[in-house]
T-cell receptor, first 116, second 115 residues
């Protein structure tokens, strides 16, 4: 049974470049979440979708960050232009239903992003 | 409003001894509570959840947690630590009856297990 799949697992790029992170949620899950994890700030929710529609993007740090979910099985998080302070581990998670708060989230293994 | 406090950022135990990871929460609503574990270079994995049934919740890998409303606590325990338990643990609270995502994560507790 496939879990949440993220790609790439590691990304190293120079500042100013565009970065695209990808996520395939668990089939049948209606809610998808993007998180960022750093030592300084811990785990932060960036944005969450329900039925492919962005519901809350208040955690997106700047206009340089954008996220899309064109269909139920795919989402992207894009950073353009990237900066060194964007270096972090980015997690995607999904959950069934409307993201109701009884439902646990299932996490991917993350993308470790390094901006030089 | 809601918040989660994990009282210890690091806990060190010897293999075979009990584990206690402490979590206190505050919430304006009836809470759902979760514990997640994160192994190095991995995503978070659900250990157990409390949503309103029995206050003593059993999870995977021998872990359990007890919901104590009077103490606003949800401490995670295991009778005997194993080397494979070394990881970071997150306590999470959310308002049970409200739709949408309102998860609040604690700062994490890193568990170290000595041989």
């Amino acid at each position: 049974d496939a879990g949440v799949i993220q790609s790439p697992r590691h990304e190293v790029t120079e500042m100013g470049q565009e970065v695209t992170l990808r996520c395939k949620p668990i089939s049948g899950h209606n809610s998808l979440f993007w998180y960022r994890q750093t030592m300084m700030r811990g785990l932060e929710l960036l944005i969450y979708f329900n039925n492919n529609v962005p519901i809350d993007d208040s955690g997106m740090p700047e206009d340089r960050f954008s996220a899309k979910m064109p269909n139920a099985s795919f989402s992207t998080l894009k950073i353009q232009p990237s900066e060194p302070r964007d270096s972090a581990v980015y997690f995607c998670a999904s959950s069934p239903g409307r993201g109701g708060n009884n439902q646990p989230q299932h996490f991917g293994d993350g993308t470790r992003l390094s901006i030089l | 409003a809601q918040s989660v406090t994990q009282l210890d950022s690091h806990v060190s135990v010897s293999e075979g001894t009990p584990v206690l990871l402490r979590c206190n929460y505050s919430s304006s609503y009836s809470p759902s509570l979760f514990w997640y574990v994160q192994h190095p270079n991995k995503g978070l994995q659900l250990l157990l959840k409390y949503t309103s049934a029995a206050t003593l919740v059993k999870g995977i890998n021998g872990f359990e947690a007890e919901f104590k409303k009077s103490e606003t606590s949800f401490h995670l325990t295991k009778p005997s630590a194993h080397m494979s338990d070394a990881a970071e643990y997150f306590c999470v609270v959310s308002p049970r009856q409200i739709a949408g995502n309102m998860l609040t994560f604690g700062g994490g507790t890193r568990l170290m297990v000595k041989p």
